[in-house]
């Protein structure tokens, strides 16, 4: 059951919370983490379910902030849902109207737990500098999703001018599987590796791909267009032959050494709930994605066209 509060403020609601805790014979102490979501109403509902869905694994309070900009007088109204069908944490859903809009941090600032860390979250659009923003100013773990957006491009160039500890893109969450996947295949003996080739639909997750294989293989990266569905395939070159691992239907993936399949991984595309989930079960930075994001070239970010056929006709011969 939700409660609702209309034209209230943040005293009321930290009391409406307390409340229901006590009738329900639930308590704060297994609380994790306040995880405070800022999102328009296009984009909260489905934001809010993969948070609450998450809250089995990481129980925490959840605090939907909603700006609704308008004219006339401040007013905050609230939902609140604590241990029932929405989750076993707390949701509280606050939809700040008018000119409150414009001070999130001071509705959401009482009701963050005591001694509990802070990550904060922008489904869609989000502002340049996270670690300046007011929200983001309380958050030890700032999340965007550079992929929400059709201008990704000048996303990337926007969050490494504004980087900052603590702050990670879903983008390079939806990476972990093919890192797994990439570390797994390299377990096991090669030769050694002279270049790749990463193939992929425009999305932000490809030139990020590109730059941590750069980074860890220590070998030139070519990125090229395909139809995806997003990355679909990586070829890593050594002096012994290809490697390659090649998902044609974003779900199971065929790793080949010199054309000959060895072995299939599951490699699925993974939802915004399981993503967010990852990011929930690690509160300290993300070292490695800042210093992939560190290492990114702004000018590399689209794939490549010099040689393209050349790589496609390297591809099917190998």
């Not at 009391?15 to 109403?41: F, N, P, Q, W, Y």
């Not at 989750?87 to 005591?114: I, M, Q, T």
């Not at 080739?197 to 990266?221: D, F, H, N, Q």
């Amino acid at each position: 059951m939700t409660l609702r509060l209309e034209s209230t403020n943040a005293s009321d609601i930290a009391s409406a919370i307390s409340a229901e805790r006590h009738r329900k014979g639930a308590t704060a102490t297994g609380m994790v983490m306040t995880l405070v979501i800022v999102a328009d109403e296009e984009y909260q509902a489905d934001a809010t379910q993969a948070a609450a869905s998450s809250a089995g694994d990481h129980p925490c309070r959840i605090l939907t902030v909603i700006p609704r900009p308008g004219r006339g007088e401040p007013q905050l109204d609230a939902g609140i849902s604590v241990g029932d069908s929405e989750g076993p944490g707390e949701l509280v859903r606050l939809r700040l109207r008018n000119s409150l809009a414009e001070h999130p941090a001071s509705v959401v600032l009482p009701l963050l737990l005591s001694d509990t860390p802070v990550v904060a979250w922008w489904p869609a659009g989000h502002p340049a500098d996270l670690a300046t923003d007011p929200i983001g100013r309380l958050a030890s773990r700032r999340i965007v999703d550079t992929t929400s957006t059709d201008a990704f491009v000048s996303a990337l160039i926007e969050r490494k001018a504004h980087l900052a500890t603590g702050d990670t893109d879903l983008s390079w969450t939806r990476l972990t599987p093919w890192r797994a996947a990439l570390a797994a295949t390299l377990d096991q003996p090669y030769e050694p590796i002279t270049e790749a080739v990463v193939y992929s639909e425009a999305i932000p997750a490809a030139p990020l791909m590109r730059t941590w294989l750069e980074w860890r293989l220590g070998v030139p990266v070519t990125y090229l267009d395909s139809e995806g569905p997003a990355i679909n395939q990586i070829i890593l070159r050594t002096t012994g032959g290809a490697i390659t691992i090649t998902r044609p239907t974003g779900h199971m993936a065929t790793v080949e050494r010199n054309g000959i399949a060895v072995k299939e991984l599951f490699l699925p595309r993974r939802s915004v709930k399981d993503l967010i989930s990852e990011e929930l079960s690690r509160l300290d930075p993300d070292d490695t994605y800042e210093e992939t994001m560190s290492r990114l070239d702004i000018t590399r970010l689209e794939p490549d066209d010099d040689d393209a056929a050349e790589h496609e006709d390297d591809a099917a011969t190998e």
